[in-house]
């Protein structure tokens, strides 16, 4: 599920239920100060908590996933799970088709070919139902210029069905620095806060699925520690994190397992220690060296 208005391609991209392209989505709109109580009202009619989560349920599986813009192939049958409380790190060249997978597996893009399951329920045939699942932040948040950042918080809690969500918004504004930001209006946000207050939406209703797309690139030192230890907390208590990034020591530092891709195939799937058996003479090579190895010669061409 997502919530921001939109972004650079006009299209939803925080985290809160969204439409395909074929549907309605939400919009940046000229609320006044005040909360959209119209826009909330409508949510809580369709909106339904999920029950806590089994761990080592698997909560994401993505089967034969392709994709094809203008006659070049973004995907190329990709097949994955992410278990309940596991964080898998997504890594990839530029082009790799990293953010085509995650908006897919969103559900911002429209399945082309195969099938994403999250919860169990099939994305294209039970779109709403999936989406109620999941939260995704994108590398670049676009809130709604108009409403606050305790008013984007109330928003989501609307969306997903929170019902007592005023303690829960207090700690993720505490946690993630905005605590004097929350009368500031979503377009008076620098990048760096925009960040910020993307994951205390998608942390709100403490999702079973959690998607994450460069989720530190405009934080600062402090801002990436707290957002990294959240990370952490948040699938410790069973929330599935499928985590992109180029940050590889981040990825080493959180992730169980591992998928790389480049040019949009599945190049490897697994732990650390996996990926330096598979590689010959790897020894203890760190993430960085695997994927240079990995990767040579699959970086997207000029």
Same mark, same amino acid.
């Given at each position: 599920?997502?919530?921001?208005?939109?972004?650079?391609?006009?299209?939803?991209?925080?985290?809160?239920?969204?439409?395909?392209?074929?549907?309605?989505?939400?919009?940046?709109?000229?609320?006044?100060?005040?909360?959209?109580?119209?826009?909330?009202?409508?949510?809580?009619?369709?909106?339904?908590?999920?029950?806590?989560?089994?761990?080592?349920?698997?909560?994401?599986?993505?089967?034969?996933?392709?994709?094809?813009?203008?006659?070049?192939?973004?995907?190329?049958?990709?097949?994955?799970?992410?278990?309940?409380?596991?964080?898998?790190?997504?890594?990839?060249?530029?082009?790799?088709?990293?953010?085509?997978?995650?908006?897919?597996?969103?559900?911002?893009?429209?399945?082309?070919?195969?099938?994403?399951?999250?919860?169990?329920?099939?994305?294209?045939?039970?779109?709403?139902?999936?989406?109620?699942?999941?939260?995704?932040?994108?590398?670049?948040?676009?809130?709604?210029?108009?409403?606050?950042?305790?008013?984007?918080?109330?928003?989501?809690?609307?969306?997903?069905?929170?019902?007592?969500?005023?303690?829960?918004?207090?700690?993720?504004?505490?946690?993630? &620095? /905005? %605590?004097?930001? $929350?009368?500031?209006?979503?377009?008076?946000?620098? +990048?760096?806060?925009?960040?910020? !207050? *993307?994951? =205390?939406?998608?942390?709100?209703?403490?999702?079973?699925?959690?998607?994450?797309?460069?989720?530190?690139?405009?934080?600062?030192?402090?801002?990436?520690?707290?957002?990294?230890?959240?990370?952490?907390?948040?699938?410790?208590?069973?929330?599935?994190?499928?985590?992109?990034?180029?940050?590889?020591?981040?990825? &080493? /530092? %959180?992730?169980? $397992?591992?998928?790389?891709?480049?040019?949009?195939? +599945?190049?490897?799937?697994?732990? !650390? *220690?996996? =990926?330096?058996?598979?590689?010959?003479?790897?020894?203890?090579?760190?993430?960085?060296?695997?994927?240079?190895?990995?990767?040579?010669?699959?970086?997207?061409?000029?």
């Amino acid at each position: 599920m997502e919530i921001f208005g939109r972004d650079k391609q006009r299209e939803s991209n925080g985290p809160g239920p969204v439409r395909n392209a074929g549907g309605p989505r939400f919009r940046a709109c000229p609320f006044p100060s005040s909360p959209a109580r119209h826009l909330i009202s409508r949510a809580m009619e369709t909106a339904s908590p999920s029950g806590p989560l089994p761990p080592r349920e698997s909560v994401l599986s993505v089967e034969g996933l392709g994709r094809t813009y203008d006659g070049r192939r973004a995907l190329e049958a990709l097949s994955f799970e992410v278990e309940a409380g596991e964080i898998v790190g997504l890594v990839g060249p530029n082009g790799a088709g990293k953010t085509t997978a995650l908006r897919s597996i969103a559900g911002i893009l429209p399945i082309q070919e195969g099938r994403v399951r999250v919860c169990g329920h099939d994305l294209a045939r039970a779109e709403v139902a999936a989406k109620r699942e999941l939260a995704w932040v994108p590398d670049d948040p676009q809130p709604f210029d108009a409403l606050t950042v305790e008013e984007h918080l109330e928003f989501s809690a609307a969306l997903y069905g929170v019902g007592d969500w005023r303690a829960r918004a207090e700690q993720l504004l505490r946690q993630f &620095e /905005l %605590l004097e930001k $929350r009368g500031a209006l979503g377009g008076e946000l620098s +990048r760096g806060m925009r960040q910020k !207050l *993307a994951c =205390a939406q998608a942390w709100l209703p403490r999702p079973r699925l959690l998607l994450l797309d460069e989720p530190l690139s405009g934080l600062d030192p402090r801002g990436i520690r707290s957002a990294r230890e959240a990370i952490q907390e948040l699938a410790a208590a069973g929330t599935a994190v499928l985590l992109s990034s180029h940050q590889l020591e981040l990825i &080493e /530092l %959180l992730a169980q $397992r591992i998928l790389i891709l480049a040019r949009g195939r +599945r190049l490897f799937l697994g732990t !650390l *220690a996996e =990926a330096r058996a598979t590689l010959a003479g790897a020894g203890e090579r760190s993430l960085e060296e695997i994927f240079l190895a990995v990767t040579e010669g699959t970086a997207e061409e000029p």
